[in-house]
């Protein structure tokens, strides 16, 4: 898990220090986002595709630790 969350980055002079996919100005909002509206995984990374697959799970890791921080105790 550690290795797909290292694929988000934060950069306050970047996207406002939201955070991003690989230091591009890719939110890890805009991809939930895409999740949201009903994209699939493939779909996405069509969508946006400087994304790689690991990077949409990266995202989702991301917003997981963020809900429950001590989902990484174990």
């Known amino acids: 898990m550690a290795d797909l969350l290292d694929r988000i980055t934060l950069n306050p002079s970047q996207c406002g220090g939201r955070p991003c996919v690989r230091g591009?100005?890719?939110?890890?909002?805009?991809?939930?986002?895409?999740?949201?509206?009903?994209?699939?995984?493939?779909?996405?990374?069509?969508?946006?595709?400087?994304?790689?697959?690991?990077?949409?799970?990266?995202?989702i890791a991301y917003a997981r630790r963020q809900i429950d921080p001590s989902s990484l105790a174990a």
């Not at 895409?34 to 790689?52: K, R, T, W, Y």
């Open 24 to 59: 591009m100005r890719i939110r890890v909002v805009d991809v939930l986002d895409l999740f949201a509206s009903g994209l699939n995984l493939s779909e996405i990374v069509e969508e946006l595709p400087d994304l790689e697959t690991a990077d949409v799970q990266a995202c």
